[in-house]
């Protein structure tokens, strides 16, 4: 079967540093993406991952293992605004995408 | 430019009637998705579109479930005879269609509710 699993919530203080974490396993690998979505509106594009690595942008890096099927998201200095779901997407294949349930994140000043 | 819409932003039905959701992509997009989200639920994939291609229909969760898309643009997701469990927020989502690291820009979102 194909599976991705993230924490149900996490929560972390104005200013900290926070480490999302997305284990999956899928019966092919065509890239991972991270998404950010705040309540009530719809997901928004934050990264992408098809090599093993740490990708950065900003505030926010994205790291995969593909051998390990693992990637996170490491967000540095957060801001409140950043309190949001934070969803995992892995394509298995060409044009096939699969999400995870979402990680509730909740900044806390 | 204009981003991904969809229209109606709420819809609320009674139990066994249809509904006819509508998404309208970036222009140019060529890859066209619907997904659902129910409440705290991660995104459930229903069909996607690409180009000319015949639409990739796996994710419908049954019969009552058919979507179109016309002239490679908008494109109509339909739910017949609804159910309760149909209730959720259904959202369209378009990209350029590349092989690999396709961005999706998602619309707002329709939240249907099924009396």
């Known amino acids: 079967g194909q599976n991705i699993d993230q924490p149900t919530e996490m929560t972390a203080t104005e200013g900290a540093i926070v480490q999302i974490n997305c284990t999956y396993q899928t019966s092919g690998f065509n890239g991972l993406f991270w998404y950010q979505q705040h309540a009530g509106e719809a997901p928004t594009f934050l990264s992408y991952?098809?090599?093993?690595g740490l990708e950065e942008k900003g505030r926010f890096s994205s790291f995969l293992s593909r051998s390990k099927g693992y990637s996170y998201l490491l967000l540095k200095e957060l801001q409140m605004k950043d309190s949001a779901s934070y969803l995992c997407a892995v394509s298995p294949g060409t044009y096939k995408y699969i999400f995870g349930t979402g990680t509730r994140l909740k900044v806390l000043a | 430019g204009a981003g991904v819409s969809q229209s109606p932003s709420n819809k609320v039905t009674e139990k066994g009637k249809d509904v006819e959701l509508r998404c309208d992509p970036i222009?140019?997009?060529?890859?066209l998705y619907w997904y659902r989200q129910s409440l705290g639920q991660g995104l459930e994939f229903l069909i996607y579109?690409?180009?000319?291609?015949?639409?990739?229909k796996s994710g419908l969760p049954s019969d009552r479930f058919s979507a179109e898309r016309t002239g490679g643009s908008v494109s109509t997701l339909t739910i017949q005879r609804t159910q309760q469990e149909d209730s959720a927020v259904y959202l369209c989502?378009?990209?350029?269609?590349?092989?690999?690291?396709?961005?999706?820009?998602f619309g707002p979102g329709t939240r249907l509710t099924v009396l």
């Open positions: 989502a378009s990209s350029l269609g590349l092989a690999g690291g396709d961005e999706q820009f």
């Open positions: 222009s140019g997009h060529t890859a």
């Open positions: 991952n098809v090599l093993d």
């Open positions: 579109f690409q180009g000319n291609s015949a639409p990739d």
